[in-house]
């Protein structure tokens, strides 16, 4: 490679990931094998209010910044924002993040370097390109931004989040008062998306639900905009196995849920990658999107349940508001009671 950065002349990093949550924890491995390269580099973070919460009590991050996309709507505001990043003067600035917004961050940031993917929007502003690849991991895919710095790091890590006791003691609390306890049968079901066609619909996940094993404890996990699916759930399975803490916890609160689970029913969302991260088996139900896109689970007890040989899947590399032919036919045709009948076999 032509466009070389020498590790030793870099102190401060900036880290630009404003995407969602699931992309902020798969940007979090390469935090981790910059700061394992060189223990004493400053790494900031930039990312929206939301995902920040997954970041909380990380000791590889210095300062997480916060970009809130409404605060900074508009160029003129956005150069706010540059203007006060300019100021901590960054050696280098990595952006996995492919918009426009991100490329404009960094160049009005004006840091030295700055490597990003030759797909990014307006990449002619970045100074080194890294080529995108398509058939790897996203975490793969991410660390090989590091190349220009002459680490070639090509394995799976897993993201490191970190639970504090505050966290522990909130599911400990939730846990005593539902008569949960560590010797139960424990699965987590996170039934949100937000994309229509990444959501196995709410009837099967109740029809998953009413086929498992009445001695296993079944946890509702989710963020405010999941809430309707989690009342939709209780109140047509209302049998006291079933706690709905879905719009309840925070995001280190839910990774602590989860990472008391067994097992994780998951959609192609956020709560997949959790998993991986507190290494909770992961059972991952993929619709519209296809594992191929890097963004699958990778514990070596992990499964995906998805219905090949679609003409019409993917039909995008997002989710999508509506399925463009309406049948829904990537979800509707994944059988729930043979994922019920996995866990049960799995608890026997």
């Known amino acids: 490679m032509t466009d070389m950065i020498n590790l030793n002349e870099i102190n401060k990093v900036l880290i630009i990931q404003t995407a969602f949550l699931g992309d902020v924890i798969l940007t979090l491995p390469l935090v981790q094998v910059l700061k394992k390269h060189k223990p004493g580099l400053q790494i900031d973070f930039l990312c929206i209010p939301e995902t920040a919460g997954v970041l909380k009590n990380n000791p590889d991050i210095n300062e997480v910044i916060l970009y809130d996309k409404r605060q900074y709507k508009g160029i003129g505001k956005l150069f706010n ?25 960094t160049y ?63 599911i400990d609390e939730i846990f005593l008062q539902n008569n949960i306890s ?41 963020g405010k905009d999941d809430i ?27 990774a602590e849920a989860i990472r008391r689970s067994q097992i994780l029913i998951t959609n192609d969302s956020a709560p997949l ?39 019409c899947r993917p039909c995008g590399i997002h989710g999508r508001t509506a399925c463009p032919l309406g049948t829904l036919e990537c979800m509707n045709a994944i059988d729930e009671k043979n994922i019920a009948e996995i866990i049960n076999k799995k608890f026997k």
């Not at 901590?88 to 490329?103: C, E, F, G, Q, W």
């Open 81 to 105: 924002l540059t203007n006060k990043l300019k100021k901590n003067k960054y050696d280098l600035i990595i952006s996995p993040h492919r918009s426009a917004r991100s490329t404009l961050i």
């Open 108 to 170: 009005f940031t004006s840091a030295k370097y700055s490597i990003a993917f030759d797909n990014s929007a307006f990449r002619s502003l970045y100074k080194i390109k890294i080529p995108y690849q398509k058939d790897i991991h996203e975490i793969q895919r991410n660390l090989s931004l590091l190349k220009p710095l002459g680490i070639n790091e090509t394995q799976i890590i897993k993201p490191d989040i970190y639970i504090s006791e505050t966290e522990r003691k909130k």
């Open 182 to 222: 560590s010797n139960d049968k424990i699965i987590s079901i996170a039934p949100g998306s937000a994309w229509f066609t990444k959501r196995f619909p709410q009837e099967k996940f109740l029809k998953l639900i009413q086929s498992l094993d009445n001695q296993i404890k079944i946890i509702l996990i989710g």
């Open 228 to 254: 309707s699916i989690g009342e939709y759930l209780k109140s047509n399975y209302p049998d006291s196995n079933l706690i709905n803490l879905i719009g309840k916890l925070n995001i280190l609160e839910s």
């Open 273 to 311: 990658h959790i998993g991986n991260s507190v290494e909770t088996n992961v059972y991952a139900i993929f619709g519209s999107t296809i594992p191929q896109f890097g963004f699958y689970p990778f514990g070596k007890n992990d499964m995906v349940f998805e219905i090949n040989g679609l003409a």
